[in-house]
């Protein structure tokens, strides 16, 4: 299954609700402030580390760039749209709001 988070960790708990119900071997793809997770050392960077543990994670490489987030938490692998429709396209896609 592929889980997309589109919203900030640090304003809302979609990321963590997203890291509790997902299954070894789901997707996790931050897009838009989504991607806000993915900064290494941020307060939400153990949260990330769990996720890691037992999904792949995908951060949108257009959001990243549009919040400037280049240094990365280690194991976040960067997706470009191409990217994004090819994981849609082959996974059955839950989105948290």
Request: aromatic share 6%.
């Amino acid at each position: 299954m592929l889980h997309t988070v589109n919203k900030s960790p640090f304003q809302n708990t979609t990321l963590e609700s997203c890291v509790r119900f997902a299954r070894s071997g789901d997707v996790i793809l931050l897009i838009e402030d989504g991607v806000l997770a993915a900064q290494a050392g941020n307060v939400k960077k153990n949260l990330l580390e769990e996720a890691l543990q037992k999904c792949e994670v995908f951060a949108l490489s257009a959001d990243l760039k549009a919040r400037a987030l280049t240094d990365l938490v280690p194991g976040v692998k960067i997706t470009d749209y191409s990217g994004f429709v090819d994981l849609v396209e082959h996974n059955t896609t839950h989105s948290w709001l």
